[in-house]
Nanobody, 125 residues
């Protein structure tokens, strides 16, 4: 069982940056593949980025490449999402997710077993 708690969301102007964190409970964080998804009102849940258990393999949604960076610190049981060049269309609730079965970074939300409660990111124009 893994419990995930996101933080770092807030209100930022277009072009600005934010860093989201996802703190995980338990001593097995380093064995889980992790990912960020987001959900904006009126839209389906959207894949943002994923990282394998060691941090050695990453995957990004096309629209996030070059602007967002996913990373993890297994010693701190924490997942990060550094977001830059933010746009109003990035406004959404951002969720972190953990998978005990996925080996490679995946954007398939069905492969993730545990989810956080989300953190709101609002980008003003």
């Amino acid at each position: 069982q893994v419990q995930l708690v996101e933080s770092g969301g807030g209100l930022v102007q277009a072009g600005g940056s934010l860093r989201l964190s996802c703190a995980a409970s338990g001593r097995t964080f380093g064995t889980y593949a992790m990912a960020w998804f987001r959900h904006a009102p009126g839209n389906d849940r959207e894949f943002v980025a994923a990282i394998n258990y060691s941090g050695g393999s990453l995957s990004y949604a096309d629209s996030m490449k070059g602007r967002f960076t996913i990373s993890r610190d297994n010693a701190k049981n924490t997942l990060y999402l550094q977001m830059g060049s933010l746009k109003p269309e990035d406004t959404a609730v951002y969720f972190c997710a953990a998978s005990g079965t996925i080996l490679n970074p995946s954007g398939n939300s069905g492969g993730y077993d545990y989810w956080g409660q989300g953190t709101q990111v609002t980008v003003s124009s």
